[in-house]
């Protein structure tokens, strides 16, 4: 049996000067404010410059590209709860964003009910009484999985509730440029830390209304000097780029659209767009690229379905937007092409209207766009540029319910289950599994892939992957 290290006493290697906003006093999280001391971090290793970095870490939601692949990692194909297990650790509360490493230190967010501890604080609890919770920011050292540093955000009772099966509080995943690191809690605030996790400043944005409680969960994207977020409920809904070194907003576009869950895509495109980057967001009634800059509207198609959840991806010229709820709709636009409202034009390379993912987003590695159907293990594999089918509606063995993305690397893609398989096929036009590895935990947060190591968040533990 392979033996775990134990999992960290908390209190002995938090900081004492973490500070927690009280529930009585949501003022305090509005707008930038002072950093809180912090004098129990581990500091930044030596090496390549962030930028360098970028390629190699998982800076955020989908990692360093954005279409949920590394191309340097290398992580290992066969695992168990006794095999190639790095680290495993108890996280508190719950949660469903992808853990984000750089360097030394994994970055996870979570919300921790403050009635609960133990087992009974994983317990999903979207429906129901509320209770009040703590939004909480965790770094974890890479190679050992302790704490190095954890800090409450915030505390507070939420407004509303979410989904009563598999929502949480928690839903999106932190970011980080290897000098700050962003934590966003939705309608609790988005929070900008050091890496030794002092408190640099705080934004808030507001309190969102979903449709029906169904939660929330609108990861930003960090591109830049800039922080675009995507703000779409039952409200007035915008887009908005904030300056990451200060969190003052830099530009705000109303929308009119309701909720949607989908990252914004940023796209350092060269050609019509002279040379400037833009940001693809996809809703229900439109799919709108706007100008990273000044947030303009470049080009606008026809929306997709209602809750659309998945993030568009882009690769070699072509972005691909899908939703699949009450419908199904997945677009393949060619960015060169797109200008204005591309409904008439032939900016659209091919698009299907079957089979696509609800919650899951797609992975586009090397020219093959991979999606699941609904939340189903069912896998189609199409070629990205032309709509060609490899194959279709192929039943992942063993994986019957996906609402984590798949990620890929090094030839192999990698399938994460609900139930805790993890399927692991060869990348290309034929379908050909090469293992089927099982943990004792269940999933719907997406995998991370750093060097020769796959991160794992659980309902209840964050795995390390790896040869020991």
């Known amino acids: 049996m392979a033996v775990y290290p134990a999992i960290a006493d908390r209190n002995d290697l938090i900081d004492s000067t973490t500070r927690t906003s009280a529930a009585s006093e949501p003022a305090e999280r509005s707008g930038p404010r002072s950093g809180v001391p912090a004098s129990d971090a581990v500091g930044e290793s030596e090496g390549q410059s962030p930028s360098d970095k970028n390629d190699r870490f998982w800076p955020q939601w989908r990692g360093p590209y954005a279409t949920g692949v590394s191309r340097t990692a290398d992580p290992p194909v066969e695992w168990s709860e006794t095999k190639n297990i790095r680290w495993k650790v108890e996280i508190p509360g719950r949660g469903s964003g992808t853990p984000v490493i750089w360097d030394n ?4 967010l979570t919300a921790v009910p403050a009635v609960e501890n133990g087992a009974a604080s994983h317990e999903p609890r979207g429906g129901g009484a509320k209770v009040p919770h ?8 890479r190679k050992t999985g302790k704490t190095i540093w954890e800090r409450t955000a915030y505390e507070h009772t939420p407004h509303e509730g979410s989904h009563p099966q598999w929502g949480t509080w928690s839903s999106s995943s932190a970011m980080t440029d290897g000098e700050r690191v962003y934590a966003f809690f ?7 830390y050091d890496m030794n996790g002092t408190l640099l400043w705080s934004k808030d944005l507001g309190d969102k209304k979903m449709r029906s409680e169904f939660g929330e969960g609108q990861t930003p994207v960090l591109h ?9 409920h039952q409200g007035q809904s915008f887009i908005t780029a904030l300056d990451k070194l200060t969190g003052n907003e830099l530009w705000r576009t109303n929308r009119q659209e309701i909720d949607s869950w989908g990252t914004p895509l940023v796209i350092d495109h060269t050609g019509e767009h002279g040379g400037r980057a833009q940001v693809v967001a996809t809703a229900m009634n439109k799919v709108v690229s706007y100008d990273l800059e000044t947030g303009a509207v470049v080009w606008e198609s026809p929306g997709l379905t209602m809750n659309p959840i998945p993030s568009a991806v882009y690769e070699d010229g ?3 937007v899908t939703a699949g709820f009450r419908g199904n709709r997945l677009r393949a636009i060619r960015l060169g092409d797109a200008k204005g409202d591309i409904t008439s034009t032939g900016a659209e390379a091919w698009t299907i209207d079957h089979d696509t993912p609800y919650v899951p987003s797609p992975l586009l590695y090397d020219g093959i766009v991979y999606f ?4 189903s293990g069912l896998l189609s594999a199409y070629d990205a540029k032309s709509g ?5 509606l192929q039943r992942l063995e063993g994986v019957p319910n996906v609402f984590a993305s798949p990620v890929g690397a090094k030839g192999r893609v990698y399938l994460t289950g609900q139930e805790g398989t993890t399927l692991v096929i060869k990348s290309g036009a034929t379908y050909e599994v090469l293992a089927k590895n099982m943990l004792d935990d269940g999933f719907n947060a997406s995998p991370a892939l750093v060097d020769g190591e796959l991160y794992l968040r659980g309902f209840k533990y964050l795995y390390s992957i790896g040869a020991r």
Request: aromatic share 16%.
């Open 134 to 141: 703590r939004f909480v920011v965790m770094a974890l050292d």
């Open 318 to 320: 072509i972005v691909i």
């Open 372 to 375: 699941l159907k609904s939340n």
């Open 105 to 108: 230190k994994v970055f996870v």
């Open 388 to 392: 060609k089918p490899h194959y279709q």
């Open 224 to 232: 830049g000097n800039r922080i675009v977020v995507q703000w779409d």
């Open 186 to 192: 939705d309608s609790f605030g988005l929070y900008a």
